[in-house]
């Protein structure tokens, strides 16, 4: 949370109703820096699957975006020599998110009701 509160302040990021996965506070250090902090957290709470399942759905939010922003994401962590804290390939990733999404019986993913399916055809094109 920290994170994020400080990248909508260094961007100075109207935090309005909605904004999509390209808003300007959600940078590439952000992302990766708030996915780091998830993979930290699941080691913590390994053996207790209600905690774990908190963290896996809440890391979904730093999934969608970075998955939707896949190359560019990947791309930055590379020039600026940031370790990848999400699995190695977008294609592991995306099935990373989609077994939480089967597990926590999560029905969409927007307010249009959109769900998995949606969702694979807009990171890996329709």
């Known amino acids: 949370m920290e994170t994020m509160e400080q990248s909508v302040a260094d961007t100075e990021f109207y935090m309005g109703e909605s904004f999509g996965p390209d808003a ?3 940078t590439p250090e952000a992302l990766l820096t708030s996915a780091k902090a998830f993979t930290e957290g699941e080691e913590l709470v390994k053996g207790d699957d209600a905690l774990l399942g908190h963290i896996e759905v ?3 939010s730093v999934y969608y975006v970075t998955l ?3 190359d560019e994401i990947y791309g930055w962590a590379t020039d600026n020599g940031v370790a990848w804290p999400i699995e190695g390939t977008k ?3 995306y099935d990373e998110f ?4 089967d597990e926590q019986d999560i029905t969409h993913l927007r307010e249009a009701q ?3 399916d ?3 055809d807009a990171v890996f094109g329709a």
């Open 91 to 93: 294609e592991e990733a």
């Open 118 to 120: 949606w969702f694979h």
């Open 68 to 70: 939707q922003r896949w």
């Open 114 to 116: 959109e769900g998995i």
């Open 58 to 60: 809440a890391k979904l």
């Open 98 to 101: 989609a077994r939480i999404y």
């Open 24 to 26: 300007e506070f959600l």
